[in-house]
Antibody
């Protein structure tokens, strides 16, 4: 059974950093690209970043470029999202998802507030 | 950036009704269109991929179609368990973009 389990969310002050993790199991992690998608409260889905299967290519939405870094450790089957210089508009539930979008984690809430 | 214009934003229909939700792409996206269902407090669930392919385990009353730049998700006979938000996603070009979502309710 495929599982994606996010962790690392919580309350953080504006301008500070936070790192999300997504532990994957039930499939060969190193064979698939992975992505982060977020959803602000009562809002729609928003793609954040994608990383290729081997980590050699990364893509970001403009609003997080230079502040967020997506990475992966294939030996640990884990996806990461390092978020720096957080803003109130980054407040959202963050989901990790496998390439092609068939599997999603349960989501982790990030609240940016003073 | 490719804009995905989703309509309607909300929809109230009766049990057994045929329901259609549409996303219009601002540029050619081929068949790189995915539909998701999201129930309250839950993660999105892939329903349709490649514009017309039904995900395994999804009831056959759901279908996806394309007409030019318009992509549609149709429920042939609405059931109570279909109450959810529905989202479309284009994945042909970065930044990937979702439609704004459709909230489907029972009348």
């Amino acid at each position: 059974e495929v599982q994606l389990v996010e962790s690392g969310g919580g309350l953080v002050q504006p301008g500070r950093s936070m790192k999300l993790s997504c532990a994957a199991s039930g499939f060969t992690f190193s064979n698939y690209g992975m992505a982060w998608v977020r959803q602000a409260p009562t809002k729609g889905l928003e793609w954040v970043a994608t990383i290729s299967y081997d980590g050699s290519s990364t893509y970001y939405r403009d609003s997080v470029k230079g502040r967020f870094t997506i990475s992966r450790d294939n030996a640990k089957s884990t996806l990461y999202l390092q978020m720096n210089s957080l803003r109130s508009e980054d407040t959202a539930t963050y989901y990790c998802t496998r390439g092609g979008w068939p599997y999603w984690g349960q989501g982790v809430m990030v609240t940016v507030s003073s | 950036d490719i804009q995905m214009t989703q309509s309607p934003s909300s929809l109230s229909a009766s049990l057994g009704d045929r329901v259609t939700i549409t996303c219009r792409a601002s540029q050619d996206i081929g068949n790189y269109l995915t539909w998701f269902q999201q129930k309250p407090g839950k993660s999105p669930r892939r329903m349709i991929y490649g514009a017309t392919n039904l995900e395994d385990g999804v009831p056959s009353r759901f279908s996806g179609s394309r007409s030019g730049s318009d992509y549609s998700l149709t429920i042939s006979s609405l059931e109570s368990e279909d109450v959810a938000d529905y989202h479309c996603l284009q994945s042909i070009q970065y930044p990937l973009t979702f439609g704004s979502g459709t909230k489907l309710e029972i009348k």
